[in-house]
């Protein structure tokens, strides 16, 4: 019997997700907008597959050592599981609204207007490794979680199954599940994205850091890169591939026998 089990995740389905994205201070009437981040910065990180996890397990934080600082929890053994994610939609940036609740130096509750950077209609497959017993367990909580489990950012909350695939055999290579699990884009965006597609697969290596003096993730590149994914898409536009494209000008022609 292996003692290492693989878990495939799907995190799509959902009309905005909010992964590893930063809120700002809200200023009413000001003209001045802040720039959107690249695609490539606001998809799932290390923290955040943690967080999710922790959620599903109960892992409860710890009370904050002071005014201002957050608390945390213990998660190291889910800290040292792999975690390999796949972009199968990139989904559309855009800025919305948000509140922030914090306490000020003097110990009283207020509420700030925040601007946040959400995706809409993304859709990503993770898969995450180690060992057997905490995936296992893992992967029951994911379908009763302790807290209620959410894509990123409380206001919004996983309502679809997440689970797609447990695998326990030996020798099993998250990086290979990954690369060849089916695309998991709907129909509705397969018809919009050209025939021949390339996914990106990374794997979250964040580290552990100390901040102010607690536990906290290391921020800037974090990510190994592994080849992109390709897909031929049956259903896509002809219209989105260049090449499709130029073929079908009349000075191009082509006799086919």
């Known amino acids: 019997m292996s003692d290492h089990a ?46 999710l996890l922790g959620t599903a397990l109960g892992r409860r934080r710890e009370e904050a050592p002071a005014i201002g600082r957050r608390a945390h929890g213990d998660v190291a053994d889910l800290e040292a599981l792999r975690y390999v994610v796949r972009v199968d939609l990139e989904g559309r940036l855009r800025t919305d609204f948000a509140t922030s609740r914090a306490r000020t130096t003097t110990g009283r509750l207020v509420t700030r207007p925040m601007s946040e950077v959400v995706v809409d209609d993304p859709a990503y497959l993770v898969g995450v490794s180690g060992d057997r017993d905490l995936v296992e367990a893992a992967w029951e909580a ?103 494209w130029m073929l079908g000008l009349d000075c191009y022609d082509i006799e086919r026998n």
């Open 142 to 244: 994911l379908a009763r979680p302790v807290f209620p489990l959410a894509y990123g950012r409380r206001e919004y909350p996983i309502v679809l199954p997440v689970r797609v695939h447990l695998d326990t055999s030996a020798g099993v290579d998250v990086v290979q599940v990954v690369r060849s699990w089916p695309w998991l884009a709907p129909a509705w965006a397969r018809r919009r994205l050209p025939r021949a597609v390339s996914l990106r697969v990374y794997e979250t290596q964040h580290a552990r850091v100390q901040r102010a003096g607690l536990p906290a993730y290391a921020s800037g590149a974090g990510n190994v890169e592994h080849p992109p994914c390709e897909f031929t898409n049956l259903e896509g536009n002809v219209d989105a591939d260049p090449i499709d």
């Open 6 to 51: 693989v878990m495939l995740l799907r995190l799509a389905g959902a009309p905005t997700q909010a992964w590893n994205t930063a809120r700002h201070a809200h200023t009413p009437g000001s003209s001045r907008g802040r720039a959107l981040p690249a695609l490539n910065d606001v998809t799932p990180r290390k923290s955040n597959l943690v967080g």
